[in-house]
C-alpha cells in the first residue's frame, strides 16, 4: 500500500538550533514531494517540493528538504530554528496510480520552538 | 487579492440537519479541492473539481455532496449530517501545469477552514 510517515509525531528544539522534521515514502514510480506547513487555526501552506534534479530542495522562511531516493526520505530541515517556526508540518507524496496520479498526506508533525 | 476563503468558519449542526460549505478563490485556479482533517487521520480527499462543471470523488465522497457552478466557487453539501462528520474541514485550489486531467502535482493553495461540529 502507498504510504507517507512521518515518525515523529512532535519534535521539540531549541531556539537557535538546527532543525530536521522527518519524512519516509512507500509510493510507486518517481514521486513529486511536498512540504506544507499549518499554523495555529490556519489553512496549509506550500513550502517546497521536490519533482525532480538537485536532491536539495530549498523552500519559503529558510526552509530546506533533502530528497534520499535510496533511503525514500524527503525530510525537512532549517539551519536555525525561531520561535516562529512553531507549527504543524505536513509531508505529502505524488504517485502514480494506474492512469491517474494520487496525493497521499503524512499525519503531521508538530514543532516546538522553544525560547 | 483575499485567496482562498472559506464560510461560515465554525458551525455546530444537530444529526439530520443539512449545510452548504462554500469556498471561494480569486486566483483564477482551474483546480479546487475539498479535505477532511481528523486527528490521527491527516487530511483526506473527500471529492475534487478539475473546472467549471466538473467533480469527482476522492478518497472519502460518502455523505458528500459538491457542485461547481462557477470557476472560483466549489460547494460542499452536507445532506444529512451525522456526529462521524464532525471535522475540520479546508477547501484548496491549484493551477495545472500539465494536461490531461488532475494529476495532483501542483502547489495547492489552502482555505483556513471550518471547524463543524455534528451533534
Known amino acids: 500500500a502507498q504510504s507517507v510517515a512521518q515518525p515523529e509525531d512532535q519534535v521539540n528544539v531549541a531556539e537557535g538550533n538546527p532543525l530536521t522534521v522527518k519524512c519516509t515514502y512507500s509510493v510507486s514510480g518517481n514521486p513529486y514531494l511536498f512540504w506544507y506547513v499549518q499554523y495555529p487555526n490556519r489553512g496549509l501552506q506550500f513550502l517546497l517540493k521536490y519533482i525532480t534534479g538537485d536532491n536539495l530542495v530549498k523552500g519559503s522562511y529558510g526552509f530546506e528538504a533533502e530528497f534520499n531516493k535510496s533511503q525514500t526520505s524527503f525530510h525537512l530541515k532549517k539551519p536555525s530554528a525561531l520561535v516562529s517556526d512553531s507549527a504543524l508540518y505536513f509531508c505529502a507524496a505524488n504517485y502514480n496510480a494506474g492512469n491517474n496520479r494520487k496525493l497521499i498526506w503524512g499525519l503531521g508533525t508538530s514543532l516546538a520552538v522553544n525560547p | 487579492n483575499a485567496g482562498v476563503t472559506q464560510t461560515p468558519k465554525f458551525r455546530v449542526l444537530k444529526t439530520g440537519q443539512s449545510m452548504t460549505l462554500l469556498c471561494a478563490q480569486d486566483m483564477n485556479h482551474e483546480y479546487m479541492y475539498w479535505y477532511r482533517q481528523d486527528p490521527g487521520m491527516g487530511l483526506r480527499l473527500i471529492h475534487y473539481?478539475?473546472?467549471?462543471?466538473?467533480?469527482a470523488k476522492g478518497e472519502v465522497p460518502d455523505g458528500y455532496n459538491v457542485s461547481r457552478l462557477k470557476k472560483q466557487n466549489f460547494l460542499l453539501g452536507l445532506e444529512s449530517a451525522a456526529p462521524s462528520q464532525t471535522s475540520v474541514y479546508f477547501c484548496a485550489s491549484s493551477y495545472p501545469t500539465g494536461t490531461g486531467g488532475a494529476k495532483f502535482t501542483d502547489t495547492q493553495y489552502f482555505g483556513p477552514g471550518t471547524r463543524l461540529t455534528v451533534l
Open positions: 473539481s478539475v473546472g467549471e462543471g466538473t467533480t
